[in-house]
């Protein structure tokens, strides 16, 4: 699998830009580039420079197919409810199509031949998330809303199915759901891959600050690693002009802020909207480092406190989180974490599930969620 880079910030930062001198960048550095993008063109019909393939997504397209595909399938299934197939002519993509085009397209890019590094040109920030996201929220509602267990009937249906002369209805909804479980699975494996990482993009102000600080709660929360910001639009520092002195000195605070929490690559205005990427791509960081190796993506680690105060506690970072915007549901071996707009349910580790939830506590950044032991379930010592 190749290394795979995320580009994504608040609505207007220039992402498309960065994503394109990104990835011709890593091609200049000697890495065999693949640029998955959407509808925009960086290149404007210029051809694209040695090292670097375009991938682009169409979504309209990606939803006639897919839908064709459904009702070829389950041509049976509407016969016998008096359905009538729809014409491609017919179809026009509804809303998410374009979400589940990019996840396609990211699971295509993660096993393209000679590719070194993916570059993606992700949707703005908050809906970046909620599409990185939808694998494996998926996954869970279809394991629950169709158990595994419940499909071992399924090796009866073929013989009801031959006595009746049609599919039965039930195991054509299981074997759909077994292929959009292989398909979101696939997916959520390039997403969760400890060589997939994140380049933010913005522009230095309060509202990029505000949209960066949710978005990077979202990315601790599903545990998507930061490589680093990309500060763009970055106006001169010695301006005699007040009015530009004055956006400096704001744009020159929220650097520092930044550069406190992760790297930051600073891109200077030039006064007029890019005509090239290769306009930044010179830029000294636009190339990104190499990812860190497989094994170490950061996890959220549970720090035995049993001989000092009987509890195991959970430590889920959660930089510039606050307690008015976080909710904690224990339900069964699950966990329901929601931080502001974002919700996770996770798995709790083996020794977690032998425990009752006993209290939360947020301190600089981090959420540690206590756990104490049941005496019904844990193992008695000798």
Not at 59 to 70: I, K, Y
Not at 174 to 196: F, G, M, S
């Amino acid at each position: 699998m190749p290394h795979t880079l995320l580009i994504t910030g608040p609505g207007g930062s220039g992402r498309t830009t960065v994503a394109a001198a990104t990835a011709l960048a890593a091609a200049r550095a000697g890495q065999r580039v693949l640029l998955l993008c959407g509808d925009g063109d960086p290149w404007a019909g210029a051809p694209t420079p040695d090292g670097l393939r375009l991938a682009r997504i169409d979504s309209g397209e990606e939803f006639r197919t897919e839908l064709a595909a459904l009702q070829e399938r389950g041509a049976t299934l509407l016969g016998m409810l008096g359905g009538t197939p729809l014409g491609a002519e017919e179809l026009t993509e509804l809303p998410g199509a374009e979400q589940f085009a990019l996840l396609r397209g990211l699971r295509r890019a993660a096993t393209a031949p000679a590719t070194d590094l993916v570059v993606v040109d992700m949707p703005p920030l908050h809906q970046a998330l909620t599409t990185l996201a939808l694998p494996a929220q998926l996954r869970r509602y279809l394991a629950r809303l169709l158990p595994a267990e419940r499909q071992a009937a399924r090796a009866l249906r073929p013989v009801l199915a031959q006595l009746a002369g049609v599919p039965m209805p039930a195991r054509w909804l299981y074997e759909t759901a077994a292929r959009w479980d292989e398909e979101l699975a696939a997916v959520q494996a390039v997403v969760e891959a400890p060589t997939t990482r994140v380049r933010l993009v913005a522009e230095p102000g309060p509202a990029a600050d505000a949209a960066l600080r949710s978005g990077t709660l979202g990315l601790a929360l599903y545990q998507l690693p930061v490589h680093d910001l990309v500060a763009n639009r970055l106006v001169p520092r010695d301006s005699a002009d007040p009015w530009l002195a004055g956006l400096a000195a704001q744009q020159a605070e929220y650097l520092t802020r930044w550069g406190r929490e992760r790297p930051v690559v600073p891109l200077g205005h030039l006064g007029r909207d890019p005509e090239d990427p290769g306009e930044l791509a010179a830029t000294e960081g636009m190339a990104p480092s190499p990812a860190p190796a497989p094994g170490d993506r950061p996890g959220w680690a549970v720090e035995d406190r049993l001989a000092e105060d009987g509890v195991l506690v959970w430590a889920v970072p959660l930089p510039r989180a606050r307690k008015s915007e976080l909710d904690l549901i224990r339900r069964g071996d699950e966990l329901l974490l929601a931080v502001g707009p974002y919700r996770r349910t996770v798995s709790l580790p083996s020794a977690l599930r032998r425990c009752t939830v006993s209290g939360a506590a947020l301190t600089d950044g981090v959420l540690r969620v206590r756990f104490t032991p049941d005496p019904q379930l844990w193992p008695r010592a000798r």
